[in-house]
């Protein structure tokens, strides 16, 4: 279909108007020219969900007609790590199945003094990196569709996990995981997945979205696919975009620490003390100019359970400042 409507130039589309067609008028009001040319566009077609009541009709008539459905969440400014999660996806699906990714800067997970505003976002870029992956549905709901009437009184439903969440990320950053179960449960409720991929980047996450499941019976498998690094060992990370030139090396450290604690771990025949390989660490990452430790921590990569000796199987995860920018990094040792 070539478009010829006034303001709109010939042989480019609207995207709103491709995409809605088949389906529910409400379902799409991305608006603005995808200058892209049609058939290129026609070539993966891919539809933009922005309404949750949409979404979840969609869902619930694939459900019906017995349709696979695979779902990352993000939160945009898609790297190769999130790519890999959508091929996993794919893979547990099938060619038959629906893969939905969703982005959604999600206000309730960061603090007042967090960067919420400043956090990347590149919508364009995405919704082209999200159709040649693949994505057969990308849910891109706005805070008044995921929260109406935040205003006191609009939404006062939680969903809080009380053991897992306790310490690392939960510790630093209090209020974290309440977001992310919330919004987790509610997009669960909402694409209704037979599979869910989430990346080992965030550990602690994907192991409290694996008890929420649990614990609140959501009828969905949970994977957790592997962090995917550049070149130098750096995980992938929308918020590796902050990082200066003269920060951007020094974001290995996270890296190489946790590289240390391996050839530690491995090299040794008896457990190590959990306080002293911290400060051996610790003081690996202090030779870094623009690095400052926020936690480091060994514990069981189940449980969570803090380990005071660490041995081979023991998880490592930790937070560090790079400059301004808080990172986050974790592996399994030996
Ligand atoms: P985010 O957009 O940062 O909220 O991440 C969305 C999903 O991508 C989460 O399940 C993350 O754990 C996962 N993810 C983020 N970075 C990576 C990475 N480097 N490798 C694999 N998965 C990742």
């Not at 979205?209 to 969905?220: K, V, Y």
């Not at 995917?228 to 918020?239: F, N, P, V, Y």
Request: aromatic share 6%.
């Amino acid at each position: 279909m070539r478009v010829n409507s006034p303001g709109v130039r010939p042989g480019y589309c609207v995207v709103h108007i491709c995409i809605v067609q088949d389906y529910e008028q409400e379902a799409v009001h991305v608006g603005g020219l995808d200058r892209r040319p049609f058939l290129q566009l026609h070539s993966a077609p891919m539809r933009i969900v922005t309404s949750t009541a949409a979404m979840q009709r969609l869902a619930l008539r694939w459900r019906r007609a017995g349709t696979r459905v695979g779902f990352v969440p993000t939160m945009g400014y898609l790297h190769d790590g999130h790519l890999s999660l959508l091929s996993r996806a794919r893979r547990l699906v099938g060619k038959r199945g629906i893969i939905v990714a969703s982005i959604y800067v999600n206000p309730a997970q960061f603090a007042p003094t967090e960067d919420l505003s400043a956090y990347p976002r590149d919508l364009e870029r995405d919704r082209v990196l999200c159709r040649k992956a693949g994505v057969d549905v990308l849910f891109l709901p706005s805070d008044a569709e995921m929260y109406p009437g935040r205003a006191p009184g609009g939404h006062s439903t939680h969903v809080i996990e009380e053991q897992l969440s306790q310490g690392m990320e939960g510790g630093a950053r209090p209020t974290h995981f309440r977001g992310v179960t919330t919004v987790v449960a509610k997009l669960f409720n909402l694409v209704l997945p037979d599979v869910a991929v989430f990346g080992a980047k965030d550990w602690q996450q994907a192991a409290i979205i694996r008890r929420m499941t649990r614990d609140l019976n959501f009828p969905l498998r949970l994977v957790v696919a592997p962090t995917r690094r550049e070149k130098d060992g750096l995980a992938m990370s929308s918020r590796n975009k902050y990082l200066s030139a003269e920060e951007r090396p020094q974001a290995t450290i996270l890296w190489r620490a946790l590289k240390l604690a391996k050839e530690v771990v491995t090299s040794s025949r008896t457990p190590n003390y959990a306080d002293v390989l911290k400060s051996e660490l610790a003081a690996l990452i202090a030779t870094q100019p623009a690095a400052r430790l926020d936690y480091l921590e060994f514990f069981d990569g189940e449980t969570l359970q803090p380990a005071t000796a660490v041995t081979r199987g023991a998880h490592m995860a930790l937070a560090v400042f790079i400059g301004r920018t808080r990172l986050i990094d974790n592996a399994v040792l030996g």
